[in-house]
């Protein structure tokens, strides 16, 4: 069981090194780690985000885990050497195509919401978002207009065929869960979402067991904090799922809590080849102080042994571990406690 640990910039390398220890500490047969560089200190090392040696050694690999990227120090970078360009890189160059993103409260947690108690204790649901297209991938640029002016341009698109691709996931990821899936788009304006919608509607068909909405992505916006409990799975593309996610991590408490999996078509001995981080960032401002939550890269891991390792069983004692935890009253200091990056993680070992 080859990993492949990508720990980036700021609190990355922190909240990692806390989910490479619970993973060690579960005793699993001829796992193998090895560490490469990405992001901003990539850069600053090897003058590139994505270096070609770490690119090869997440090809090689059976997973990765990782932690995140991003340093005011290259804002002013070329787009194209810029930190983020190496998770985009990734996802582009490994075919990660299905992003899972499932939100739910952890019991004791509800007065952390942004929501009212009784409605964060609805919250089950899982956002899938295509990762591998849409406006994040396309042609853009800066150009001079007619008028003289500078003008930023990005060209949305979706195939038909990359839509089918996610949709079945989609569908897939309902029949495990609660039947009913949500489609957001906004069909309304866009052309490329109208194609989004004609596509599911046609792959609805081979699940007639799934019940199938659509929603316009403002209203999703809304509904998620008017009445979460009404989601199961929200499927939606690259642009749509960034926003809801960071939204419904509020709805949960705290984006420190809420780990990824982003997942291709590749199956490897073990499972489903896929890269797995917390949604949250760098986060910069507190970066090398211990004060980072890591549960979020924890429960990252916790979807890697589910997907890419077929490991149930001991993905659902780490979850466990983490919900015993927050119940005992561990809290980082995104959740008001005193807890620092490595308390947690002991704390989730003890009771793993
Ligand atoms: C995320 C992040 C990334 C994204 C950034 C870092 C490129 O916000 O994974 O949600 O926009 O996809
Ligand atoms: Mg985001």
Redesign the pocket.
């Known amino acids: 069981m080859k990993i492949a640990i990508l720990p980036g910039d700021g609190i990355g390398a922190e909240v990692t090194r806390e989910a490479v220890r619970v993973l060690e500490a579960l005793d699993l047969p001829c796992l193998t780690l090895f560490e490469g560089d990405v992001g901003a200190m990539a850069y600053h090392r090897h003058g590139h985000p994505l270096p070609d040696e770490t690119l090869d050694m997440a090809r090689r690999s059976d997973a990765i885990l990782f932690g ?3 340093d005011p120090s290259c804002d002013n970078l070329e787009r194209h050497l810029r ?2 360009q190496a ?2 890189g990734l ?1 582009a160059e490994l075919g990660l195509f299905a ?1 899972l993103r499932p939100a739910t409260v952890f019991a004791g947690l509800e007065d952390m919401s942004g929501l009212r108690p009784e409605l964060a204790r609805s919250i089950d649901l899982l956002i899938l978002r295509e ?1 591998n297209g849409d406006v ?1 991938f396309g042609d853009k640029g800066i150009r001079t207009n007619d008028a003289g002016e500078r003008e930023g341009w990005d060209m949305m698109s979706y195939a038909t065929s990359e839509v089918r691709r996610i949709a079945h996931s989609g569908f897939r990821a309902a029949q495990k869960r609660g039947n009913r899936l949500c489609s957001v788009d906004k069909a309304n304006v866009l052309e490329t979402s109208q194609l989004w919608r004609d596509v599911v509607v046609e792959v609805a068909a081979e699940y007639p067991d799934v019940e199938l909405s659509h929603m316009y992505v403002d209203n999703a916006a809304m509904q998620l904090v008017k009445d979460p409990g009404q989601f199961d799975v929200i499927l939606t593309g ?1 642009l749509f ?2 926003i809801l ?2 939204l419904a991590s509020m709805c949960v408490g705290s984006i420190g809590l809420l780990p ?1 999996a982003s997942l291709s078509e590749r199956q490897t001995e073990f499972g489903t080849f896929g890269l797995y ?1 917390p ?1 949250h ?1 760098s986060a910069p401002d507190i970066a090398g102080q211990g004060k980072a939550n890591p549960m979020a890269t924890i429960l990252s891991a916790a979807l890697m042994l589910r997907h890419s390792f077929g490991r149930e069983t001991e993905a659902k004692r780490i979850e466990a571990a983490v919900a015993k935890a927050l119940a005992d009253g561990v809290r980082g200091g995104d959740l008001g406690g005193e807890h620092g990056c490595s308390a947690i993680g002991d704390a989730v070992l003890e009771r793993l």
Do not use: F
Request: proline residues 5%; charged residues 25%.
């Open positions: 995140a990227v991003g930190p983020e998770i985009l996802r992003n990762l994040y690259n799922g960034d996610s960071d990824s981080e949604i960032g």
